[in-house]
């Protein structure tokens, strides 16, 4: 079997992947362990971030990349993203306050009219105290208002997903999930393909290709044996509560009111989805909440939203994924995308931190890759 390129990895960055590599003309064949989307990205709480945060410590550079993603996933894909209308109350003396979202509200207009590319989305507004201790229940002591602005939520990952490799014109022959990387085979000290194992016959194929792009995330280190930037050592997971959530906006809400790590809150389908609970798991092979994980997120939910009932909820679901990090230790989350090319020669390796950014991050990679080559838009 031959193929210009094979890919590595069934997630958000191997299929955005495979959609640059057929965008470039080139016909590419993913491989997946398991079912498309079965990691982190089908258990993502799916939020396309637009930046906003990143104002407030003036990184002009990671608030643009990610105004450019979800412009992006609106545009391309608007039938599977939807603006999200987001809340975060606000307290008195917190740096999370009026006056600090006023500037950044300020600060991205003047960069929109500067820059362009601005979305489809209301700006930034704050809303009276009163008002959002009416709407929803939280803590009211020190309460001074709240930020109101728009992100974009993707409703369905997968069948967001799915339709990324339609796009890409993946199908029978050219899309192999549930099959597993055997070896990397190498001729003259370079990589010309994969031996790929068919999970349910058990039948070993020899793909050749130009070349190899590992975008397997969490597992990047165990099939090429070699360091894939920073270790994937995060436990992440999202809840999905029997409780009917009382609006319509995300909510952003933390232990104290005011400080520390927001969690979110929205509504989904009549239910509360609630994300995300993170914690170190060095060395850790698949994503494997314990019991007492779910205990210590339910329990911080409830004191982040006293009265709403959610540690007498039952939990109907817990979407959990494997996330990289700064040095291998799991407590902190790397806020960088990684990219090692030719290592070993003709492996191409990308390690993506974040759902929003993932299909830039593809797209630069096929323009480094494939610097001749002129990016066209695929036919619906």
Known sequence: MRADVVIVGGGVQGITMALAAARKGLKP?????????????GNSYGIIHGGLRYLQTLDLARWRRSRRAQCWYLENYPQFVKPLSCIMPLYRGCFRSPIAFQAAG????????MLGDEPDLPRLSLIPADEIAVRYPVPTADLVGAAHWYDAAVTDVRRLLAAVTDEAGLGAGSLLSNSEIIRIEMRDGRAVGVWVKDGPSG??????????????GSWSNQWTGRPAGPTTATLAFNLLFDLPFPGDSALAVSE???????FFLRPSAGKTYAGTYYRPAPNAREPAPLEQDIREFVAALDHALPGFGLAKAKVLAVMSGLLPDMDGSGRKLSPHDHVRIDDPPGV???????????PLLSFEVADRLWPQRSAKRLAA
């Open 256 to 262: 104290q009111p005011g400080r520390g790590r927001s």
């Open 106 to 113: 300020t600060l991205e207009a003047i960069l929109f009219k």
């Open 348 to 358: 191409h390796t990308i390690v993506g931190g974040k759902l929003t950014s993932a």
């Open 29 to 41: 064949v993913l491989v997946e362990r398991n079912q498309l989307a079965a990691g982190a990205s």
């Open 203 to 216: 039948n070993e194929t020899l793909i050749e290709a130009d070349m190899v792009i590992n975008c397997t």
